[in-house]
């Protein structure tokens, strides 16, 4: 009987060990096999349903507007979110032709400069060889560097050749999907249309069908997404704006001849996270310093900076008046987005935090 104690604790203590190792083994199973699984389903329903997300992102963007038609203007609801669609439409055209007939413009220029680019680069590039070789030939390297120097130059040269091949890949992909990227765009504005239109139908049938206690935290959270998601798009719109204004006035200001084609990827690869501008201004001013144009190289770096140190400033202030969220949360969410989801935990990140912060809203309101 004596032992009896003993033998109970070590049962015990063998129990809590079991207990633990089986709780890290789902652990691990959880997020070696099914968050994956669960990201892999999630891309396909994402692709699958891909008209109707953006359609129902677009039809709470215009929201505020139909809203406004119907209720201020007295125009029935599906009349306001057709005009508002039509609108819409009219719009991005304008911008796209405008946008479309300057890149014409400048990338005709381009073209025609473009022998001479093409040249001065080819003799910057021999010369560039010679220098090497003649080097090279005054100051004998031993075997091992020069087989270094010959492997570096392969290796330089195949990758130039698998950016060409993919580059190639990647727009005959883009022409070859025209066809469904355009079936997308016509059932989403299909969708858009029903969605706006009967939305107090839609909100009424989900509610209807929904446990009483999850009504107010289930609203509260849409509420506060559609809010969100409005605040979002207006932000990134206003960063990409400031930012390729910026740049079209900075490299105009250089002298640049193709300012505006520049300014707009520069606008658009702003959404890059943690490169952003810098994908095109710094490899562009190391070009420069590598054929010696250090005053110009020099430019573009001071440009960079302000463009860098502009969005710096303003980016936590946007952000935070336009999606509800103090700059240190929507700078947190960033970051663990970027850090566990990879490039779509930029916008997975916060909009995690705006639902958190919304059902607890909710529910305390429920209370």
């Known amino acids: 009987m004596s032992m009896f104690p003993e033998l109970q604790r070590y049962i015990t203590m063998l129990l809590k060990i079991s207990i633990l190792l089986i709780i890290v ?82 990338l005709a220029k381009l073209y025609a400069d473009l022998p ?14 010679q220098d090497i070789r003649i080097f090279i030939t005054n100051n004998p390297l031993p075997i091992e560097a020069q087989n270094a120097l010959h492997q570096n130059i392969k290796f330089v040269i195949d990758g130039l050749t698998e950016v060409v091949a993919k580059t190639t890949n990647i727009l005959i992909a883009f022409l070859t999907g025209l066809p469904g990227f355009i079936t997308v765009l016509i059932v989403a504005g299909l969708a858009t249309f029903f969605i706006s239109r009967d939305k107090t139908l839609i909100s009424k049938f989900i509610y209807g069908i929904m446990p009483k206690r999850l009504i107010t935290p289930t609203s509260t959270v849409i509420g506060e997404l559609s ?3 409005v605040g979002f798009f207006r932000a990134q719109t206003i960063l990409i704006s400031i930012t390729a204004v910026q740049t079209i006035i900075g490299l105009y200001i250089l002298g640049v001849d193709y300012a505006l084609t520049l300014g707009i990827i520069v606008g658009l690869v702003d959404l890059l996270p943690v490169l952003g501008p810098g994908t095109v201004f710094i490899p562009w001013a190391v070009i420069h310093f590598v054929t010696g144009d250090l005053r110009f190289g020099v430019a573009l770096l001071i440009l960079y900076g302000i463009l860098v140190g502009v969005r710096q400033l303003i980016e936590p202030k946007i952000l935070a008046e336009n999606i509800g969220l103090h700059p240190l949360a929507t700078l947190l969410a960033l970051y663990l987005g970027l850090k566990f989801l990879g490039v779509l935990g930029i916008i997975i990140g916060p909009f995690l935090v705006i639902v958190i912060k919304a059902m607890i809203k909710g529910f305390t309101l429920q209370k």
Do not use: C, M
């Open 25 to 106: 083994a789902g652990i691990y199973f959880f997020i070696q096999y099914f968050i994956p699984l669960l990201f892999n389903v999630s891309a396909i329903l994402l692709l699958g349903f891909s008209p109707f997300i953006l359609a129902l992102i677009t039809a709470i963007l215009i929201d505020p507007v139909v809203d406004w038609l119907e209720k201020k203007k007295g125009i029935k609801r599906g009349i306001a979110v057709a005009f508002t669609l039509i609108v819409l439409l009219i719009f991005i055209t304008l911008i796209l032709i405008f946008v479309i007939s300057r890149l014409a413009i400048e």
């Open 116 to 129: 001479g680019l093409t040249r001065h680069i080819v003799n910057f590039t021999l010369q560039y060889i």
């Open 227 to 229: 809010a969100a998601l």
